[in-house]
C-alpha cells in the first residue's frame, strides 16, 4: 500500500517535470506537441495534413513546432464574454446616438 503511494507520487512528479521542460523548449517534436496541446497523434496528423496548425517539415518527413506559434494557434477564435458583449453594445449605443 504504501509503495504504490510512492510509485504514484513519483509519476506525479516526473509528468510534471515533463511538463516544465516542454514550457521551456522553443521548438517540439511532434510527441511533445501532442503532449503540450493534449491532443491524439492523430488528431496532431490530421491538423497538420490540412495545414491547420503552423509546422516546420525540414526534411519532408518530421515535424516539428514553434512553442509561441502554437500558443497564438490556441489563442484564436476568442469568445467574447456575456460583459464583454454588453460593454461593447453599450458603448456601441453611446457613440452613435441618434442626433
Given at each position: 500500500?504504501?509503495?504504490?503511494?510512492?510509485?504514484?507520487?513519483?509519476?506525479?512528479?516526473?509528468?510534471?517535470?515533463?511538463?516544465?521542460?516542454?514550457?521551456?523548449?522553443?521548438?517540439?517534436?511532434?510527441?511533445?506537441?501532442?503532449q503540450y496541446l493534449?491532443v491524439s497523434q492523430?488528431?496532431?496528423?490530421?491538423?497538420?495534413?490540412?495545414?491547420?496548425?503552423?509546422?516546420?517539415?525540414?526534411?519532408?518527413?518530421?515535424?516539428?513546432?514553434?512553442?509561441?506559434?502554437l500558443d497564438i494557434?490556441?489563442?484564436?477564435?476568442?469568445?467574447?464574454?456575456?460583459?464583454?458583449?454588453?460593454?461593447?453594445?453599450?458603448?456601441?449605443?453611446?457613440?452613435?446616438?441618434?442626433?
Amino acid at each position: 500500500m504504501q509503495e504504490q503511494v510512492i510509485i504514484d507520487k513519483l509519476s506525479n512528479i516526473e509528468q510534471m517535470l515533463t511538463e516544465q521542460t516542454l514550457l521551456k523548449k522553443d521548438v517540439l517534436n511532434f510527441n511533445e506537441t501532442c503532449q503540450y496541446l493534449n491532443v491524439s497523434q492523430s488528431h496532431l496528423y490530421k491538423l497538420t495534413s490540412t495545414k491547420q496548425v503552423p509546422h516546420f517539415c525540414p526534411q519532408g518527413k518530421k515535424l516539428y513546432f514553434k512553442r509561441t506559434e502554437l500558443d497564438i494557434w490556441l489563442q484564436r477564435n476568442r469568445q467574447s464574454s456575456a460583459e464583454d458583449i454588453e460593454t461593447q453594445a453599450a458603448n456601441y449605443l453611446i457613440k452613435n446616438k441618434r442626433k
